[in-house]
């Protein structure tokens, strides 16, 4: 199971808003949910740290990891247990909750 930081029923999910390069979207092996809620850089999104700093530590976590998703990584929060997936648009990403879309049924 992948660690995940829990708020007050809320998750802490990993995006990029910086276009050109996904964070997660742009991930394509097993560690894609891992990058979607690493505590290690939830705690440095929420701390401003540098790119530098975040990208050393996705160096050593996870050595294949393209990092240009990196510029721009954001925390969005998510109720627990709410179904969602990450959109993509040239690299900027946002969460897509399936219970706040008007959603067409044909």
């Given at each position: 199971?992948v660690?995940?930081?829990?708020?007050?029923g809320?998750?802490?999910?990993?995006?990029?808003?910086?276009?050109?390069?996904?964070?997660?979207?742009?991930?394509?092996?097993?560690?894609?949910?891992k990058?979607?809620?690493?505590?290690t850089?939830?705690?440095?999104?929420?701390?401003?740290?540098?790119?530098?700093?975040?990208?050393?530590?996705?160096?050593?976590?996870?050595?294949?990891?393209?990092?240009g998703?990196?510029?721009?990584?954001?925390?969005?929060?998510?109720?627990?247990?709410?179904?969602?997936?990450?959109?993509?648009?040239?690299?900027?990403?946002?969460?897509?909750?399936?219970?706040?879309?008007?959603?067409?049924?044909?």
């Amino acid at each position: 199971m992948v660690e995940k930081v829990i708020r007050d029923g809320m998750v802490a999910v990993l995006v990029s808003r910086g276009y050109g390069a996904g964070w997660t979207t742009w991930c394509y092996d097993d560690n894609r949910e891992k990058l979607m809620y690493d505590p290690t850089l939830v705690q440095m999104c929420e701390d401003s740290a540098s790119l530098e700093d975040m990208a050393y530590y996705v160096s050593v976590a996870y050595p294949d990891q393209y990092k240009g998703g990196l510029d721009g990584l954001y925390v969005e929060w998510v109720h627990l247990g709410e179904r969602f997936k990450i959109e993509e648009n040239d690299g900027a990403e946002w969460v897509d909750v399936l219970d706040l879309r008007d959603w067409e049924i044909a």
